[in-house]
């Protein structure tokens, strides 16, 4: 099992997209260039000031590309220190290092954050090389408690990278999956709507077929009707090819529309009360569209139900005018950004539920009181932008 784990760990890729330099980290750099500084002029128990110069320019330097290239910044700076380490062990040379040194503990932490596992592999060794040395050369005695102090404070920080490394991968995994299950959602209400117009198609086909001799006039009319479903049919079809990812079975129940948001309101029995307003023309409206209102309202409202604190009042309105539907989701609770962003990936389903089908999609605190959830959507699926 050791011997697996080392093979997984020794295989493990770098993570994706590494930040690069930023004003951050010219920040840090200064403020620990300022800090030696002062120790320099401070403190007279220091080694000879050229070693001291090559210390801290061999931790200040590879800090600003310790994300980029972290292996290449601990051989740097931990073989530095090594080399340094010898020359006084070999020429005696008196005098205590810059305490602002201790800065690369953020090399570890990024090595292991930010680092292939081959290049944590190979770090680690180069830093646990390097330790045993120091101990000899520094001037003092160093007990048993203190020499395991250093490897903790060191192996410490190599470990906190390594959480937040997977912490992070495991974030990014579950967001994807929660947008690749809203994108599996609308690809089944799209086939829906797609059976539903082939099947108008194959009717009035056999229907203009069976009266094209006995009444031509009729026949073109259905014609006419079987063009406009085919127009639609292949809009759908669009969509969802650029949604669809996975296959799953299809729900082959009528999916709920704009219609049915009036089933989603509450009578003041239950807290919070929920009031949902329809105004404008929805008769042309695409089943894709009316689909995606309902279920950013329904999850809307379960969210709000759920992390609104004191909240007495949902309310639901929707606007239909020429070009698109707009859809608003107020409530009146406690205001906790916080608590509502990382309440689950709800938000980033409706948001990947929104851009699918190119339209709109925000949510944060209401301007007064409480949390508001606003998306606009084409009347017609247009597709991810």
Same mark, same amino acid.
């Given at each position: 099992m050791a011997t697996n784990a080392l093979r997984s760990l020794w295989a493990e890729p770098?993570?994706?997209?590494?930040?690069?330099?930023?004003p951050r980290d010219w920040a840090l750099v200064a403020v620990l260039l300022?800090?030696?500084? $002062?120790?320099? &002029?401070?403190?007279?128990?220091?080694?000879?000031? @050229?070693? $001291? $110069?090559?210390?801290? @320019?061999?931790?200040? /330097?590879?800090?600003?590309?310790? #994300?980029?290239?972290?292996?290449?910044?601990?051989?740097v700076c931990f073989g530095t220190w090594t080399i340094v380490d010898i020359v006084r062990i070999l020429t005696g040379l008196q005098g205590d290092l810059l305490n *602002?040194? *201790? =800065?690369?503990?953020?090399?570890?932490?990024?090595?292991? #954050?930010?680092?292939?596992? !081959?290049?944590?592999? *190979? /770090?680690?060794? &180069?830093?646990?090389?390097?330790?045993p040395i120091t101990y000899v050369a520094v001037a003092d005695p160093i007990g048993l408690a203190e020499a395991v102090a250093g490897y903790a404070f060191f192996l410490f920080a190599a470990a906190l990278g390594a959480a937040i490394r997977y912490r992070t991968r495991t974030r990014? !995994?579950?967001?994807?999956?929660?947008?690749? !299950?809203e994108r599996e959602q609308l690809a089944r209400e799209l086939h829906d709507t797609v059976a539903h117009h082939v099947s108008g198609i194959a009717i009035q086909a056999q229907a203009g077929r069976a009266i094209a001799r006995i009444d031509p006039e009729r026949a073109i009319e259905a014609l006419v009707t079987i063009e406009d479903a085919a127009t +639609?049919?292949?809009t759908e079809l669009r969509a969802i090819v650029g949604v669809l990812r996975v296959s799953q079975d299809t729900e082959f129940a009528p999916q709920p529309g704009v219609a049915e948001l009036k089933q989603l309101?509450?009578? /003041?029995?239950?807290?919070?009360?929920?009031?949902?307003?329809? *105004?404008?023309?929805?008769?042309? @409206?695409?089943?894709?569209?009316?689909?995606?209102?309902? #279920?950013?309202?329904?999850?809307?409202? %379960?969210? =709000?139900?759920?992390?609104? +604190?004191?909240? %007495?009042?949902v309310t639901v309105a929707v606007t239909g005018d020429a070009d698109r539907v707009r859809l608003t989701i107020d409530d009146d609770g406690s205001s906790g950004a916080g608590g509502r962003a990382a309440a689950g990936f709800g938000l980033v389903g409706m948001r990947e539920r929104a851009m699918l089908l190119g339209g709109t999609f925000d949510a944060g605190p209401a301007a007064e009181r409480g949390w508001r959830v606003e998306a606009i959507l084409p009347r017609t699926t247009r597709g991810p932008r």
């Open positions: 770098r993570p994706a997209d590494p930040s690069g330099r930023g300022c800090w030696s500084v $002062l120790e320099v &002029v401070l403190r007279q128990d220091l080694a000879p000031p @050229l070693l $001291l $110069l090559i210390a801290v @320019l061999a931790v200040l /330097g590879p800090l600003l590309w310790r #994300r980029t290239r972290p292996l290449v910044a601990v051989a *602002s040194m *201790s =800065a690369a503990l953020i090399l570890p932490y990024a090595l292991f #954050r930010w680092g292939s596992g !081959r290049e944590a592999i *190979s /770090g680690l060794g &180069v830093i646990l090389l390097w330790l990014i !995994r579950d967001i994807d999956q929660a947008k690749a !299950r +639609r049919t292949l309101a509450t009578d /003041g029995q239950m807290r919070p009360c929920v009031r949902v307003t329809v *105004s404008g023309e929805f008769d042309d @409206l695409s089943p894709a569209v009316g689909a995606a209102i309902y #279920r950013l309202a329904q999850e809307s409202i %379960t969210n =709000a139900r759920r992390h609104a +604190r004191h909240a %007495t009042q």
